[in-house]
């Protein structure tokens, strides 16, 4: 059975950070890319960052570049969303995703998780 877990999110002051986790099971890790999206209430679904497990190729959004990080520890089957200098516009539900070809299209992914909350006050 496919599972995606995602951790981390919480509340946290504007200019803070958090490190959101995912953690994969259920398929061949290395085979997939792993993407973050967020989702905020009453808008659309968001690409925010991608990670290819294979090759480590990432990709971010422009409304994070600089601020977020995605990384991957494959031994752990886990894929990891660094924020920094976060905004109150980061607030949403942040989930994860894994499918078989790598970019920030979320009909590109096959499997998601259930989501986790993040908050940022101003």
């Known amino acids: 059975e496919v599972q995606l877990v995602e951790s981390g999110g919480g509340l946290v002051q504007a200019g803070g950070s958090l490190r959101l986790s995912c953690a994969a099971s259920?398929?061949?890790?290395?085979?997939?890319?792993i993407g973050w999206f967020r989702q905020a209430p009453g808008k659309e679904r968001e690409g925010v960052s991608c990670?290819?497990?294979?090759?480590?190729?990432?990709y971010h959004a422009e409304s994070v570049k600089g601020r977020f990080t995605i990384s991957s520890d494959n031994a752990k089957n886990t894929v990891y969303l660094q924020m920094n200098s976060l905004k109150p516009e980061d607030t949403a539900v942040y989930y994860c995703?894994?499918?078989?070809?790598w970019g920030l299209g979320y009909r590109l992914y096959d499997y998601w998780g259930q989501g986790t909350q993040v908050t940022v006050s101003s």
């Open positions: 990670i290819s497990s294979s090759d480590g190729h990432t």
């Open positions: 995703a894994a499918g078989l070809t």
């Open positions: 259920g398929f061949t890790f290395d085979d997939y890319a």
